[in-house]
């Protein structure tokens, strides 16, 4: 199982977490192959939200390995690397809790996104020259499309903290993908949707992966989501992965079943 | 027991409720549902006087509340289970449910309601002792929904409960709803996402679109309608 | 060695003056996250309170320890009163304004205070009578401790542990730190934020006040701008010791306290104050919150 | 209702004099002398306290009142309806024309006024300065920065020491002033780093606090509290002039100053490194983790603001020909703390308003003499009050789209 | 001349007026140090009016603010001198003076301060229209240091100063002064923050010094909070100090722990008729007693309205030739000013508290 394939953009080996006494993750081995959509569900407190924050560099991990494979076809180590370095590497996340900006337009919001695939410095700012212009216009632009893409296109100006919730998570959506990543970790992005609007965030994330190419990381509690969404998924209860498999594989494991689904999975 | 006689209610100069009726009667079950942004969260803000109306009025018990502060309301016995699982995030969970119970004075009664919190949610007395804002989202929705129960409120106003909850607690969540209804017989207004579910408990239900209530019938006949299920039941 | 417990007992007085202020001023921080500049002020308003009743009751040949324990009442009332309407004046209006606005008013109130005071009594030093007598019994330490020394010390520690066990145990405190961590949560469980707010100020004006008195007699003069420094010296030692906390503020105002006694005795008083502030800078950098301070739970 | 209203508001008043008039009467009415065991009692003060209460409550009630019923237009991001008067002004066929209008008086200013007007202008200007480089680092970056008054000491210092032993001139100290400015900015920036808010607030006010008393003490450095006298004000290839001229000289350096620092504030603030303090000021892990190297983001924005002190310094050095310790205090950061907040955190305009405001209240105030600065507190609050945004609330730039590149795509 | 307001400064300074500036700090910390002189400088206008002016022209106060900040005071100085005030008294403190006297002098205008000690204000020549009424850090520092070592006969002495331009120039020149005699050493040089709470580990500093005397240069509330403290810690030394500590208000914050004390001041006679005038007219005026440096404040404003009307006119030269040339009898004696701009003729000496009231030693 700890074989790495050789399409593998992520893999994690053994990575443990504790928090004082608290052990949040213990030994969990983990990999997204490229183009695929993973998705990690578990009960709630089962450390799935602690995994994104081990592997995007917010904590890390007392203990075990992260491998990321970017765009150049180099893997690197990066345990223990800093958010923003993680980041600039490919690897974009969204937010459990919606961490917007909340005092910026939509639009500038995604346009932070930009941030690491752009390099307008000071002094190219204060005199801004016809580079600095271009690249200016072209962020402007590539995030105006972005926001097309996730359909906020007519709330560019607005404020972001003004947004009802479901836009403010496909905001955060449209952010994290203005950073050009090869893996795209999504945390809950579901909640707060209303059925028919989660459907139209799954043709979405569909529509994302083929556009952009990348492989996406999903936490979800909506297993209709899920399970028609992902290649595959991972399983995890108090911190283990306890499952993984295919959706069909794992929607019948009765470990599965006890843990997290229930009996009547009616979803 | 709570009514909405033609509220607007205004962020600024923007308009998020524009002329909303809403009855509850005792013991009752109500749900509002409607796409993000219709203006949901911001009519139960406007009942508890966190964002107050600026036309209309809200009655309690046919009592007017509208111009009460946030806390006289809760005083009255209407209790809210924020969007956003709102916490204290520097009080542990313990200290955070008895903070639900801030208003009540019979201590046997907090104590056995809190027995009964952690035989509903057994993660939440596991953590009792770790600080609320270091809690997992779900179990911070639980201790959200905990710390209303511990008010033993006449009315409960719940906001999109089932965020971010497992399957399996989502279930119990709605048991629970239809416990507490029956067993103390608390009024509740439920606000969902999850339009499938709630229409399932709930006596009545409301559709609102872009701050304007459009729908409102007995929950068997919305989930029957078509409009209904077209948009909100995702079918 | 007698040196070192001179220069202990000198920081340790020191350090409960600073204590004794910065207590009043931890509590209406940890509350309104408000660093009130104006603080200093009542406490400066405090101390006049008591001279104008001490001069009133010093005129009809009142024993020193009564005009003591009257003159600290009707301050602590007086204090209150100002810390009470100044938050109705200056910061109520400002509750859901930026976070800075509050800030400035609180500064615009300083100015405010020192020159009403200034234009209604004087520019000039006024002498404070000394209203701790000294007792007999403290008369062998007296190089180490006066007697005033050792009321500030006692007064600083009582309202200390009273302030906590009321900020722990009591109902006003349970809303008191609801209230400090989320305004709209704690309008949500029934908790009358403005009344809290309000008795927040008042309970650190008035100790505000017995500071004020109990400083102003041990120095024996005060005018209109003894506040600002005081104010200053109390809002370093509340954040060094974790803002917000109780336990802090006095620990604070203690160890600021004896690093200026010590700095004052091994090194230079000319630099007293820059070691105060790099033993500040340096331990905030390895305790982002102050000594007893709790690092905010942020969780991503 | 209005009269309603008015009679409420009457009623409220009359309480609030009441209570202000016994809150004061203390202090405002009993004098005591303990040594000569006097007491003065001064009772019409309590007569003026009453009717003067009275008064400030009912336009404190009334403007209360407007200032509610424009909604919740204190909420920090809910933009109130633009009155007219904004709008109009916003229309770049007025403001143009006006902007040059204004340009042209200020160019015109040291022939039409006296020296006294060009010189307290002078330090209008220089604060401009001072708060359009503060706001870098408070009102973009979030940082908020107590002792920002330290980096104007260094410049003053650099300039005055410099031309003291060197006798360097104006020119030549300018850049030295600007790079050690910045050189301390990012000295303090290290050790600041990891704190948040208001620890942050007294680090850097401890900062500045010892920056000034490390200038006051250490005598065989900087002459201690006796400063430093007869600083050459600037010259120009060797031309000195007279007190007069010296002062329109000067006016006009600090006039170009507060250009070029609009220009590259304003720059700033739109460019990729101004939106990436913004987003530093929102949520520093979320703006992390969008990509943006924190560390550095905080030390730029420290450096940046600075710098401009540290030009200024020298400036102000320059203008005054004497320093001394006694300009750096705490109360001077405050004092550009308040302009940039209560200007409007964030907005140029803002910023320049709250810069005239501050300044040069006080000295026309001086026709109240002893009175003017607790009017200057009390304008202070005021304003807070009834703005709290600050005057010109910033407005985030809507960037234009350029729809050709969008629809190709 | 080209200001358009200049009709204003006109009217003000019209030629049935005589303007005189009083600048200083009359807000702020400093506020207690400054407002006095205005007092003083009311009171003596008021007087001369009451008598029909100086030469028939009525005599104006125009205060100004400079909070004792250079840059405050260089726009105090710009705007005295815009409103065209023919004279000025002030500034208060050494620094504000240093930043304001080039624009007086710019502009030809006579500033007389009351309390401006730095050395060289007068001394080193640069500023031929400044007086004062007050004698400079030098001198005062060395007569401070010698009376302790020819009178009390001291040997070793903790020179405490405020870390201000005043208090530190004192005890500057204190120091010279001590070790240049080379007959006591100096123990310890230290200063204090103003405004401070508590003084007494610079007390115990001193106590465990072994120094047999304190020198300490500063105003009053400093002074006599570290003498309140040397005695609580039972030291019982001999405490020199300067002019900004005699004052009255030393000796009624300071109570009993005053009594004792040495500061070094201008001889102002027990039965100094127009002293007592001063005073009086203040408590009358003012309903208090004044505060630091009135006598010298209330000599400065005697002094130029003397010489203005001795010169017939505000002219520059005349008035300050006149100030040179003629004796005016003050609070501070019987003086004219030397040609560097110090007061002649008061003379200068020790006083010690005893029973509640500055007496002079000798
Ligand atoms: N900073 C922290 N300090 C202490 N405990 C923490 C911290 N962060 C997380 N935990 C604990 O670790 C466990 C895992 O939390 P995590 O947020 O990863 O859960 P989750 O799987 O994302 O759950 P949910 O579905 O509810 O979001 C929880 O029990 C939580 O209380
Ligand atoms: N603080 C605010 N300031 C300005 N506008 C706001 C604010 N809060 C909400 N709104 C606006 O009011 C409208 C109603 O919002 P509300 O939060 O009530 O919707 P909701 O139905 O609860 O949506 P969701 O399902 O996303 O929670 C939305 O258009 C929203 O943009
Ligand atoms: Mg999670
Ligand atoms: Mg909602």
């Known amino acids: 199982m700890s074989e790495t394939r050789r399409d593998a953009v992520l893999s994690v080996r053994n990575m ?85 900006f909340a005092s910026m337009t939509a639009l500038e919001n995604v346009m932070i996104g930009r941030h690491c695939r752009t390099r307008e410095g000071l002094f190219g700012a204060i005199f801004r020259g016809p580079g600095t212009r271009r690249e200016e216009q072209e962020v402007v632009d590539k995030s105006y499309r972005l926001l097309q893409k996730v359909g906020l296109e007519n709330v560019a100006n607005e404020y972001a903290s003004n947004l009802p919730y479901g836009a ?40 994302i992966r083929h556009e952009f190419d990348v492989s996406v990381l999903l936490i979800e509690h909506d297993m209709k989501m899920v399970m028609s969404l992902s290649d595959r998924i991972y399983v995890m209860e108090y911190g283990r992965v306890i499952a993984t498999g295919t959706p069909a594989e794992v929607s019948a494991d009765p470990e599965v079943i006890r843990a997290y689904l229930g009996e009547e999975s009616d979803a | 027991m709570l009514e909405l006689k033609n509220i607007d209610t205004y962020y600024g100069n923007i308009q998020a409720l524009r002329d909303v009726n809403i009855t509850v009667r005792e013991g009752e079950i109500i749900t509002l549902i409607g796409a993000n942004g219709a203006g949901k969260t911001t009519t139960l803000m406007t009942i508890c006087g966190v964002v107050p109306a600026r036309n209309g009025e809200v009655l309690f018990q046919g009592k007017p509340i509208t111009r009460l502060s946030a806390d006289k309301i809760v005083r009255m016995g209407i209790c809210q289970v924020p969007e956003g699982r709102l916490i204290f995030p520097d009080l542990t969970v313990r200290e955070n449910l008895d903070m639900g119970a801030f208003l009540r004075d019979d201590k046997s009664g907090v104590d056995s309601d809190l027995e009964q919190v952690f035989t509903l949610f057994p993660i939440l007395k596991e953590r009792r002792r770790q600080l609320g804002g270091t809690l997992s989202g779900g179990e911070q929705q639980m201790l959200a929904i905990s710390r209303a129960l511990m008010a033993r409120p006449k009315v409960l106003l719940l906001d999109e409960p089932s965020l971010g909850l497992a399957p399996l607690i989502i279930r119990q969540i709605f048991d629970i709803i239809k416990q507490i209804n029956r067993e103390s017989n608390t009024t509740i207004f439920l606000v969902e996402q999850n339009a499938n579910q709630a229409l399932k408990v709930a006596n009545r239900g409301y559709v609102m679109e872009n701050g304007r209530i459009t729908l409102e019938d007995a929950c068997d006949k919305l989930l029957a309608n078509d409009a209904v299920k077209k948009a909100y039941l995702g079918l | 060695m007698e040196y070192f417990l001179q220069l202990f007992f000198s920081g340790l007085s020191k350090g409960s003056v600073y204590a004794l202020i910065a207590l009043g001023y931890t509590m209406v921080y940890g509350i309104i996250e408000l660093i009130n500049f104006a603080h200093g002020e009542i406490y400066m308003i405090g101390a006049f309170t008591g001279l104008i009743v001490a001069g009133l009751l010093t005129a009809l040949g009142w024993p020193v320890l009564a005009i003591l324990a009257i003159a600290i009442v009707v301050a602590m009332f007086y204090s209150g009163a100002y810390g009470y309407t100044v938050e109705k004046i200056a910061y109520k209006p400002l509750r859901n304004a930026p976070r800075l606005a509050p800030l400035i008013s609180a500064i615009g109130m300083s100015i405010f205070l020192q020159n009403y005071v200034m234009l209604a009594q004087t520019p000039d030093f006024l002498p404070f009578p000394n209203l701790v007598p000294d007792f007999a019994f403290m008369q062998p330490f007296k190089s180490f401790l006066g007697t005033s020394d050792l009321f500030i010390i006692v007064a600083s520690i009582v309202v200390m542990a009273a302030l906590n066990l009321f900020i722990k145990f009591t109902r006003m405190g349970k809303a008191m730190r609801a209230t400090a961590q989320n305004r709209k949560m704690a309008l949500l469980v029934g908790v009358n934020v403005d009344h809290v707010i309000s008795m927040t100020f008042i309970i650190g004006s008035s100790l505000a006040a017995v500071g004020g008195v109990l400083i102003a007699s041990h120095m024996g003069q005060i005018n209109f701008y003894i506040g600002f420094i005081a104010g200053l010296k109390a809002f370093t030692a509340a954040v060094l010791g974790g803002i917000g906390s109780i336990p802090g503020a006095m620990l604070g105002g203690l160890v600021l ?44 | 209702m209005a009269a309603e209203s008015f009679v409420k508001n009457l009623k409220k008043s009359a309480v609030a004099a009441l209570w202000l008039s016994f809150l004061t009467m203390p202090i405002m009415v009993i004098r005591v002398d303990t040594v000569e065991k006097t007491i003065a009692w001064r009772w019409m003060h309590l007569v003026w306290m009453l009717v003067g209460s009275f008064v400030f409550a009912l336009a404190w009630h009334f403007l209360m009142d407007r200032r509610d019923r424009g909604g919740a237009a204190t909420d920090a991001n809910v933009e109130p309806t633009p009155s007219r008067f904004a709008v109009w002004l916003a229309n770049p066929r007025v403001n143009r024309p006006l902007m040059a209008l204004g340009l042209l008086f200020a160019t015109a200013f040291p022939f039409l006024f006296s020296v006294y007007q060009t010189n307290i202008l002078i330090s209008a200007l220089i604060y401009v300065v001072l708060g359009l480089g503060l706001n870098i680092t408070v009102g973009l970056a979030g940082l908020l920065d107590l002792g920002y008054v330290a980096f104007y000491a260094v410049g003053a210092y650099a300039y005055a020491l410099l031309n003291h032993h060197f006798h360097l001139g104006f020119w030549a100290v300018l850049p030295v002033g600007g790079i050690l400015g910045a050189f301390f900015g990012i000295l303090l920036g290290f050790p600041v780093l990891r704190l948040r808010g208001d620890y942050l607030a007294i680090v850097t006010l401890g900062f500045g606090e010892i920056v000034r008393l490390v200038l006051q003490n250490w005598d065989a450095f900087s002459f201690g509290p006796s400063g430093v006298s007869n600083i050459d004000r600037p010259g120009f290839f060797g031309i000195t002039y007279s007190v007069d001229q010296a002062t329109t000289y000067i006016y006009y350096l600090a006039l170009l100053g507060v250009l070029l620092a609009i220009f590259v504030s304003g720059r700033l603030k739109d460019s990729r490194v101004g939106r990436a303090w913004l987003a530093l000021r929102e949520d520093e892990i979320a703006c992390q983790a969008m990509g943006i190297d924190n560390t550095k983001a905080k030390l730029l924005a420290f450096a940046m603001g600075a710098t401009f002190a540290g ?99 | 001349g080209k200001k358009d ?134 001198v005062q520092g060395k007569a401070g240091a010698e009376f302790a070592v020819s009178t009390l006969h001291v040997k070793k002495v903790a020179i405490i100063h405020d870390k201000g331009d005043y208090g530190k120039g004192f005890a500057e020149s204190a120091k010279k002064a001590l070790e240049d005699g ?65 004052d009255d208000t030393f000796i009624k914050t300071a109570g009993k722990d005053a009594e004792g004390v040495y500061a070094t001041g201008p001889q102002i006679l027990a039965d100094n008729a127009i002293y007592k005038k001063a005073f009086a007219d203040h408590k009358k005026e003012f309903g208090t007693e004044p505060g630091a440096f009135f006598p010298q404040a209330y000599a400065a404003a005697l002094a130029l309205t003397n010489a203005v009307a001795k010169a017939g006119s505000t002219d520059f030269d005349k008035v300050a030739a006149a100030l040179r040339s003629e004796y005016v009898e003050t609070p501070v004696g019987k003086i004219k000013f030397d040609a560097k701009g110090d007061a002649e003729g008061a003379s200068f000496s020790v006083y010690q508290v005893k029973s509640g009231k500055y007496e002079l030693v000798k």
């Open chain 1, 16 to 100: 443990s977490m504790n928090f004082g006494g608290l052990r949040a993750l213990s030994e969990v081995d983990f990999e997204v192959r490229k183009g695929e959509v993973v998705a990690l569900i578990g009960p709630n407190g089962a450390g799935k939200t602690t995994f994104f924050n081990c592997i995007t560099g917010i904590y890390a991990p007392t203990e075990g390995e992260v491998l990321a494979t970017a765009r150049d076809g180099k893997t690197r180590r990066i345990n223990g690397m800093r958010t923003n370095l993680v980041c600039e590497l490919g690897m974009a996340r969204t937010f459990q809790n919606i961490r917007l």
């Open chain 4, 311 to 409: 030009f200024m310094g020298v400036v102000f050095a320059a203008k005054t020909t004497y320093i001394n310790p006694a300009s750096f205090t705490f109360m001077e950061s405050a004092m550009i703390l308040a302009i940039v907040v209560l200007g409007g955190m964030g907005s140029i305009p803002g910023v320049i308003l709250g810069a005239f405001l501050l300044m040069l209240l006080p000295e026309y105030m001086r026709a109240f003499s002893q009175y003017r600065m607790l009017l200057f507190g009390a304008t202070m609050i005021l304003v807070m009050v009834f703005r709290p945004q600050g005057l010109i609330r910033a407005r985030r730039k809507i960037y234009k789209v350029n729809i050709n590149t969008v629809d190709k795509a």
């Open chain 1, 168 to 207: 403010q998570r496909r905001l955060e959506i449209a952010r994290a993908l203005a950073t050009e990543p090869f893996l795209l970790l999504l945390d809950e992005p579901a909640a707060g949707m209303n059925p028919q609007e989660t459907l139209e965030l799954k043709e979405m994330v569909i529509q």
């Open chain 3, 257 to 300: 306290g004896w690093t200026e006694s010590f700095a004052t005795g091994y090194v230079s008083s000319d630099y007293e104050d820059v070691f105060a502030f790099l033993l500040l800078v340096l331990i905030l950098i390895f305790r982002p919150a102050g000594l007893l301070g709790k690092q905010r739970a942020q969780k991503v």
């Open chain 5, 182 to 246: 080379k007959v006591a050493q100096v123990a310890m040089f230290e200063g204090v923050t103003p405004g401070g709470v508590d003084y007494s580990a610079v007390v115990q500093k001193i106590k465990n010094s072994g120094a047999d005397c304190v020198l300490f240069g500063g105003y009053h509330p400093e002074a006599s909070k570290i003498i309140i403290q040397m005695h609580q810690k039972g030291l019982m030394i001999p405490f020199v100090s300067d002019d900004g500590v005699k």
């Open chain 5, 5 to 138: 307001e200049d009709k204003n400064a006109n009217a003000t300074a019209s030629s049935d007026k005589i303007v005189i500036g009083v600048a200083g700090a009359h807000s702020g910390d400093l506020a207690s140090y400054g407002l006095p002189t205005l007092n003083a400088a009311k009171l003596v206008a008021k007087d001369l009016n009451a008598k029909g002016g100086i030469n028939g022209k009525q005599v104006v106060i125009e205060p100004m603010d400079d909070q004792c900040k250079p840059e405050l005071a260089t726009n105090a100085a710009t705007k005295l001198v815009s409103e065209k005030v023919n004279l000025v008294i002030g500034h208060i403190c050494s620094g504000a003076t240093k930043a304001a006297l080039p624009i007086y002098k710019d502009a030809k205008i006579i500033v007389i301060s009351p309390s401006a000690t730095s050395t060289e204000l007068t001394q080193n020549g640069e500023y031929p229209n400044f007086f004062r009424t007050i004698s400079y850090d030098l």
